[in-house]
């Protein structure tokens, strides 16, 4: 079964183009390194919670976005062995190549599918 990388973040919205330059170059990266499919998701319909929302999960600020993306990989071992290629690979240097958004504040996380409904 497939394994999912899961990840919110903030972006300045002034960033976008920014943001979509260095995705569409990491995302290469990652489907290089066995990667099977990588989804950036723009913030468009994201309401403000009572009690928790994803703007407080990654502190965004009144002039950023919440960014929601996912990687999905063949299974776990692909995954590690490709996050660890990804993360020695020297395009990956922040010197070289910085986030445009605060990569302190994005939360994210492994996930094992356990429902996965629908035709692809």
């Excluded at 919205?13 to 989804?39: P, Q, S, W």
């Excluded at 999905?72 to 020695?88: F, I, L």
Aim: proline residues 7%.
């Amino acid at each position: 079964m497939s394994y999912i990388d899961g990840f919110v973040l903030a972006v300045p919205t002034a960033n976008k183009d920014k943001f979509l330059a260095h995705a569409r170059e990491a995302d290469a990266m990652i489907v290089e390194y066995g990667a099977l499919r990588v989804v950036e998701c723009w913030g468009d319909d994201v309401s403000h919670g009572k009690q928790t929302d994803f703007f407080r999960a990654v502190e965004a600020k009144p002039d950023e976005t919440v960014v929601f993306s996912w990687i999905e990989w063949p299974d776990k071992a692909t995954r590690d062995a490709g996050m660890e290629k990804m993360m020695a690979d020297p395009r990956m240097d922040p010197a070289n190549n910085p986030m445009p958004f605060d990569g302190k504040r994005m939360i994210y996380g492994g996930f094992v599918p356990v429902v996965d409904l629908g035709g692809r």
